[in-house]
């Protein structure tokens, strides 16, 4: 069995910043609310004519990643894409990136975990590599929320949230065994899968039948995103601990040997409450909600690449990457630098 390691990293945002003060201008809503309990100050969303979909966001952070991998596409043997906002139904969207990127015929995985996207996308892409099957393998998590959202009162318990963007991190073979991807956690439990979803149009309620009833009843909100945010709050923090120790106890540590927590940025608060929970300094969990909201399954590669740009990252740090969103489904994957 070989081992991965993390040998590029890169992200992208779309260059409009949206503010909280900006979204009062279309629902009632305050910087103090959404600061108060998420954290954000402001967000990345696309604009009309900026030539962003979610592949082509992808692409640039894949770009930066490859650069700093020192690889060309042509190096790269496997996609896994994680998206919950892909540019069709049909297909996905690292099929798409793979023609962006000019790469040769190689196979592309779409993951559809949405904010667990990229831990799951990680443990599979790390899967390939420790058989042998391929050597390197470009993991990508990018979204765009906001054309997705009900930017109205109605929808502001949700809109407010998420943002835009994209992260990207390559991995290849390594014969080290005590480096590299060393554990991972993954489950789901379906039975709150409507507790954050977009429900229609879908096979269950298909694109004819939807947009006839939504003639006749112009106030359905099932093709914009619901979440009982209390519900999910609750289940998320327990969540992300169970995953965090799931981790470390897999690699026969314990949260002493910790030294970077990466997080989805789900909320602030989530996060602060985790970081008390687990006893750790400011210094060793990294958050950026602030500045990009919730990117869903590109939160945690556009952190861990700022985190890796800060310096925050050394030769044998212990990083772990932990997430809990819609299905519910909840991961994390154990890193030694
Ligand atoms: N501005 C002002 N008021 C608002 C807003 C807003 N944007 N949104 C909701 N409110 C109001 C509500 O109407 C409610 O008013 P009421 O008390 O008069 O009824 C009040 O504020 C409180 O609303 P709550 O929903 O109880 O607020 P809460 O403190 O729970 O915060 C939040 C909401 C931020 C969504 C929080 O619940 C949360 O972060 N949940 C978890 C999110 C998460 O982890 N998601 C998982 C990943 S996402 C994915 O997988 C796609």
């Not at 592949?55 to 770009?63: E, N, S």
């Not at 099932?222 to 609750?234: C, R, T």
């Not at 990252?313 to 809990?324: C, M, P, Y």
Request: proline letters at 3%.
């Amino acid at each position: 069995m070989y081992n991965s390691k993390v040998i590029g990293l890169g992200k992208y945002v779309p260059e409009r910043v949206v503010t909280n003060e900006e979204l009062t201008r279309y629902m009632d809503t305050s910087d103090e609310w959404i600061r108060e309990r998420t954290g954000i100050e402001q967000r990345h969303w696309v604009a009309e004519g900026d030539g962003n979909t979610t592949a082509v966001m992808g692409a640039k952070a894949a770009r930066q990643a490859l650069e700093r991998a020192g690889l060309k596409p042509s190096d790269i043997d496997f996609i896994v894409f994680a998206t919950l906002s892909p540019e069709f139904f049909f297909p996905g969207s690292g099929v798409l990136l793979q023609e962006l990127l000019e790469m040769p015929t190689v196979g592309a995985l779409d993951v559809r975990n949405q904010c667990s996207g990229f831990v799951y996308a990680t443990a599979v892409a790390d899967q390939f590599i420790k058989t042998g099957m391929y050597k390197n393998v470009l993991v990508v998590g990018s979204e765009i929320q906001s054309t997705g959202l009900d930017v109205s009162t109605r929808g502001r318990g949700v809109s407010v949230i998420f943002g835009d963007g994209a992260g990207a991190m390559i991995l290849t073979r390594t014969e080290e065994k005590k480096k590299g991807l060393l554990a991972h956690s993954l489950h789901s439990e379906g039975k709150y899968a409507d507790q954050l979803t977009v429900k229609y149009p879908a096979s269950s309620f298909p694109s004819q039948k939807y947009f006839e009833h939504l003639q006749q009843n112009p106030d359905e909100t099932g093709h914009f995103p619901y979440m009982n945010g209390n519900f999910v709050f609750k289940n998320a923090v327990v969540r992300f601990q169970e995953a965090i120790a799931e981790v470390l106890q897999k690699a026969g540590m314990s949260k002493e040997d910790l030294d970077l927590l990466i997080p989805h940025q789900a909320n602030l608060r989530i996060s602060q409450f985790i970081q008390k929970m687990f006893g750790l300094k400011d210094h060793q969990v990294y958050n950026n909600i602030q500045k990009y909201g919730n990117t869903t399954a590109a939160s945690i590669p556009i952190a861990l690449t700022e985190a890796w740009e800060a310096g925050k990252i050394k030769e044998n740090d212990i990083v772990v990457l932990a997430a809990f969103g819609s299905g519910f489904t909840w991961g994390a994957n154990l890193i030694k630098w």
